[in-house]
């Protein structure tokens, strides 16, 4: 890595815009990467620095190159939940359909961790798959229901799910459905949502696990 390419990929870490611009002027590519192949582009999403983000996707940076961590700058608004950076990176084209290192898009991580705001925009405002199964057998409806607290912010992600299209009876690889997870974990305000979406009229009993 020259010095050029380590002078802009810190300006974008730490969101300083001016250096970002200067970086770029003397020559330095906007696809720099890192030991961790992460970009400048990457290192600003990280940090949600969205001016930063903006002259580096004006000067062509790619929104979906990936780290060895298989993170891009698009895959990462799923985790940190910035609407404002998923706006940011939207016109640039990102691939909808890349996966992290887990097989999983933008929305699972962002179901996972309860980013409603996130959850409500990305649906509304992409065309990204509602039903996709990561490599773990799961959904983004399983996901906040398996790995999701419960809480208010977890219930109000499911229900933008199943508002969304979202499939309810979509099973993880041992059969057991979103709905059986949330009786399992006794998550009862979830378990209601999805039975209603389901249209059965009680819940049923826990599943076993295999073996």
Do not use: F, K
């Not at 990929?9 to 696809?31: F, M, N, S």
């Not at 990457?42 to 580096?56: C, E, F, I, K, Q």
Request: with cysteine; net charge negative.
């Amino acid at each position: 890595m020259n010095a050029l390419a380590d002078t802009l990929l810190a300006a974008a870490a730490r969101g300083d815009t001016e250096a970002v611009r200067a970086a770029l002027a003397a020559g330095a590519r906007v696809d720099a990467r890192d030991r961790h192949r992460r970009t400048p582009l990457l290192r600003a999403a990280l940090g949600d620095h969205v001016p930063a983000a903006r002259v580096l996707l004006a000067a062509g940076a790619d929104p979906n190159a990936q780290d060895d961590r298989c993170d891009s700058p698009w895959l990462v608004t799923g985790v940190t939940g910035s609407v404002a950076m998923m706006r940011t990176l939207l016109p640039a084209g990102p691939d909808l359909r890349l996966t992290d290192r887990y097989g999983g898009t933008a929305l699972i991580p962002a179901a996972e961790r309860g980013h409603v705001a996130y959850v409500r925009a990305v649906l509304a405002e992409t065309a990204i798959d509602v039903d996709h199964v990561n490599r773990l057998g799961w959904t983004a409806l399983l996901e906040a229901v398996i790995l999701g607290s419960g809480a208010r912010p977890h219930q109000d992600v499911v229900a933008l799910l199943l508002a969304a299209g979202a499939d309810p009876g979509l099973p993880d690889p041992y059969g057991r459905t979103a709905l059986d997870h949330a009786v399992r974990h006794g998550l009862t305000e979830i378990a209601a949502l999805l039975a209603g979406a389901a249209g059965v009229a009680s819940t049923p009993a826990p599943a076993r696990d295999p073996g």
